[in-house]
């Protein structure tokens, strides 16, 4: 279970690393011609501390919501 880095960079390209590594061979080895590919990889660590900041914003919001409903509206 994960979540696509490129879908990810778009919101919080901050969270968002390239990772290089060289492909294995047929014998599944890894040598100086082996050729290099770049892939996106997600550090959720630091997606989780923005994740979290984002909750208590919308839980700001929400209770000055529920403030102005009950004083009747505005």
Same mark, same amino acid.
């Given at each position: 279970?994960?979540?696509? @880095?490129?879908?990810?960079?778009?919101?919080?390209?901050?969270?968002?690393?390239?990772?290089?590594?060289?492909?294995?061979? *047929?014998?599944?080895?890894?040598?100086?011609?082996?050729?290099?590919?770049?892939?996106?990889?997600?550090?959720?660590?630091?997606?989780?501390? @923005?994740?979290?900041?984002?909750?208590? *914003?919308?839980?700001?919001?929400?209770?000055?919501? *529920?403030?102005?409903? @009950?004083?009747?509206?505005?």
């Amino acid at each position: 279970m994960g979540l696509i @880095a490129q879908e990810v960079e778009k919101i919080f390209p901050e969270v968002v690393i390239d990772v290089s590594q060289p492909i294995e061979d *047929e014998n599944g080895e890894v040598n100086e011609k082996s050729e290099i590919v770049t892939t996106k990889a997600i550090n959720y660590q630091e997606l989780t501390i @923005a994740l979290l900041a984002a909750v208590q *914003e919308l839980q700001g919001r929400i209770e000055k919501l *529920e403030r102005q409903i @009950a004083k009747g509206g505005n």
